[in-house]
């Protein structure tokens, strides 16, 4: 009878960690639902930003077509989702002030699964803009990493690791 009490609870005590780590998961997942950059941006401002970001021999028109963007709380970022724009460094990630139109990102992020976002948005209190989740830069390896993404913060006009 002792064997079975003592069963039961540990059963029910693993049953409610497991359901404490999925309600923890769930909330932390916020759905990033990332859009053709042609359906966020004016024809104009979709010309404007492709130009700004290849050269003048790349297939514009395919790359426009291409690009994807995302937008919240006055960021905007367009990844151009293109092999061409990927390279040893990762791919082409821009970043804009909604409000102003002024690029305020311009980097390459290494892309850890196609299926998934380039990066990550969270808001963090304190900054101008939202803070990016991006995967860490592979040469700097460190014992005391906590996650498997660094957090990219925009603050006093750059981009800082915090």
């Known amino acids: 009878m002792k064997k079975i009490v003592i069963s039961a609870i540990t059963l029910a005590v693993g049953l409610f960690s497991i359901g404490i780590v999925q309600l923890a998961t769930a909330n932390s997942t916020v759905e990033q639902t990332w859009q053709p950059l042609s359906s966020l941006v004016t024809t104009e401002k979709l010309t404007e930003i492709i130009t700004e970001n290849t050269a003048p021999s790349a297939d514009r028109e395919a790359i426009a077509a291409a690009a994807i963007a995302y937008e919240q709380n006055g960021l905007l970022l367009v990844d151009f989702n293109v092999p061409v724009l990927c390279g040893r460094g990762g791919c082409s ?5 909604s409000s102003t139109g002024e690029r305020v990102l311009n980097v390459y992020v290494e892309r850890m699964n196609r299926d998934e976002p380039i990066v990550e948005v969270v808001d963090r209190d304190g900054f101008e803009l939202p803070c ?20 990219l913060c925009y603050q006093n006009e750059s981009w800082s690791i915090q």
């Open 93 to 97: 990630l821009a970043g804009y002030r």
């Open 132 to 151: 990016l989740l991006v995967p860490p830069d592979p040469t700097n390896v460190s014992i005391f990493e906590e996650t498997d993404k660094d957090t």
